[in-house]
């Protein structure tokens, strides 16, 4: 069984920064590539950033892409999401999830292909 546990997540300004932590269990974290999602009150879960098993290939949304970084220790087990120049847009609960497919070596954007799940942790921006 992997557990996912998020940290990082608060209240910041507009323009502000944050940096997301997901701590993951287990002796085979190297072997899987990771991803971000976010939902907002009302929305469905969206993608936001996916990093693959090595590191080597990232992935992200349009509306992040250039503010936010994905970036993996493997060492730690952990995946990290750093958020910059964050708007009110951004405001909502942030989980971090395992691809499904160990023999994938790039990443996928496909909500349906990740298993595991955090507990999430929420973001809110204030304007």
């Known amino acids: 069984q992997v557990q996912l546990v998020e940290s990082g997540g608060g209240l910041v300004q507009a323009g502000g920064s944050l940096r997301l932590s997901c701590a993951a269990s287990?002796?085979?974290?190297?072997?899987?590539?990771m991803g971000w999602f976010r939902q907002a009150p009302g929305n469905e879960r969206d993608f936001v950033a996916a990093?693959?098993?090595?590191?080597?290939?990232?992935n992200y949304a349009d509306a992040v892409r250039g503010r936010f970084t994905i970036s993996r220790d493997n060492t730690k087990n952990t995946v990290y999401l750093q958020m910059n120049r964050l708007k009110p847009e951004d405001t909502a609960v942030y989980y971090c999830?395992?691809?499904?497919?160990?023999?994938?070596?790039?990443?996928?954007?496909?909500?349906?292909?990740?298993?595991?799940w955090g507990q999430g942790t929420q973001v809110t921006v204030s304007s």
């Open positions: 287990g002796r085979t974290f190297s072997s899987y590539a």
């Open positions: 990093i693959s098993r090595l590191g080597g290939s990232t």
């Open positions: 999830a395992r691809d499904s497919d160990s023999g994938r070596y790039s990443v996928t954007r496909d909500i349906s292909e990740y298993d595991y």
